[in-house]
């Protein structure tokens, strides 16, 4: 069990990932309390599912006095809003935050967290494609791998707190630096939803009047697809911050796809069929 270095947590963004945040530390750390900030109506159906104690609509008295501040929102607004952070949270403080993509969000950190709170870099890989905090889940993180992005500190006492508080509410903190982060996400998670995107948008254009050749997808199709229920405004951001990664794995794919194109009459194919398959059973062993 985690220590109880976190008496006040803050959580700034209920939706998803901040909401099943909350019901999972609720669960782990029963005797802290822990608020929530974002718009009215979302914190009441914070409070209501019980991810939040309390609902704080004024941001410098949420993270006023808040041991942990669990920053839980879009990239943009989470630069916008890290300067404001930094001048509220308090000397004790840990500040953590949980986008998909690290070094510009370490970058604005080093500028504005000079004083004693402590900024550490976070990325939950669990989610969902359907966001909101009416899909919350204290299971999210379970099973799933933590990124916290930077140097192991073994002497702050706060990391060290907060790594054994992702490890208690199922995940498994892995440490790298912003920049290896931003390359690994942009091969395993956005390229993934770009080619479900790209994938989608090339079975809608050569869908006819009949409705072929959708009418016949079955479970391979919606399995493949799944990434492609998630919502632009998601990922405009990640896309944005992360372009020349994303870039490079894009060109990787196309140089990939090109192959496989030149050699469908051929059986050269075999080799890219057994690593395949090794890659996926690889991938179904890490559950």
Not at 23 to 39: I, T, Y
Not at 82 to 89: G, V
Not at 103 to 115: G, M, V
Not at 253 to 274: K, P, T
Request: charged share 20%; proline share 5%; aromatic share 4%.
């Amino acid at each position: 069990m985690p220590t109880q270095h976190f008496q006040r947590i803050a959580i700034l963004g209920t939706g998803l990932i901040g909401g099943s945040f909350g019901l999972a530390v609720r669960r782990a750390l029963p005797a802290a309390r822990v608020v929530g900030w974002d718009r009215p109506a979302v914190l009441q159906a914070a409070a209501t599912r019980g991810a939040v104690e309390l609902g704080i609509s004024d941001l410098p008295r949420a993270v006023s006095g808040a041991d942990l501040v669990y920053v839980a929102l879009p990239i943009g607004v989470t630069l916008d809003l890290l300067p404001e952070i930094a001048r509220h949270a308090g000397p004790g403080a840990l500040v953590t935050d949980a986008c998909s993509v690290k070094a510009p969000i370490e970058r604005a950190a080093r500028e504005q967290f000079r004083a004693e709170a402590r900024f550490l870099g976070g990325h939950p890989l669990a989610g969902k494609e359907t966001g909101g905090i009416e899909h919350a889940d204290g299971d999210l993180f379970r099973g799933a791998r933590y990124a916290l992005a930077g140097a192991r500190d073994g002497a702050d006492a706060r990391v060290g707190s907060f790594a054994q508080l992702v490890a208690a509410i199922g995940a498994e903190p892995v440490w790298l630096s912003p920049e290896e982060h931003d390359r690994a996400v942009a091969l395993i998670s956005h390229l993934p939803q770009l080619v479900a995107v790209a994938l989608a948008g090339t079975l809608r254009e050569a869908t006819d009047d009949t409705g072929l050749p959708l009418t016949l997808a079955g479970p391979g199709a919606r399995d493949s697809l799944r990434l492609a229920g998630s919502p632009y405004a998601l990922w405009r951001d990640i896309c944005l911050t992360n372009r020349e990664n994303t870039s490079d794995a894009l060109n990787r794919l196309g140089q990939a796809i090109e192959h496989l194109r030149a050699n469908l009459a051929s059986r050269e194919l075999e080799h890219e069929f057994d690593a395949a398959n090794e890659v996926y059973k690889i991938l179904r062993q890490m559950k």
